[in-house]
């Protein structure tokens, strides 16, 4: 059961750290290189909308919002494997 609530507070962590971080930088990125977002190009309008977005089942956002998690599950679960590798004897 540890196991599990530990599990579940990394994924929240890294779900919190990708709206916190990740969409606000791709609100600076996307404003840099296509201009301006909605009608008065603020933050808490693009957030709004992504918020929005998710809450419509948007897949699309759905993809972003998750994909940092699924990365950090695959690169967890292939270190786990390489430290449970045994060296063989040559």
Not at 65 to 76: E, K
């Amino acid at each position: 059961m540890r196991q599990i609530k530990r599990e579940l507070i990394i994924a929240a962590v890294i779900l919190v750290a990708t709206v916190v971080v990740l969409f606000p930088i791709t609100y600076v990125v996307g404003g840099k290189t296509l201009g301006p977002f909605g009608e008065d190009g603020s933050l808490g309008d693009f957030m709004g909308s992504l918020f929005v977005a998710l809450a419509d089942g948007n897949l699309a956002i759905w993809f972003f919002l998750l994909t940092p998690l699924a990365a950090i599950a695959v690169v967890r679960v292939g270190w786990l494997g390489f430290k449970k590798l045994k060296p063989q004897a040559l």
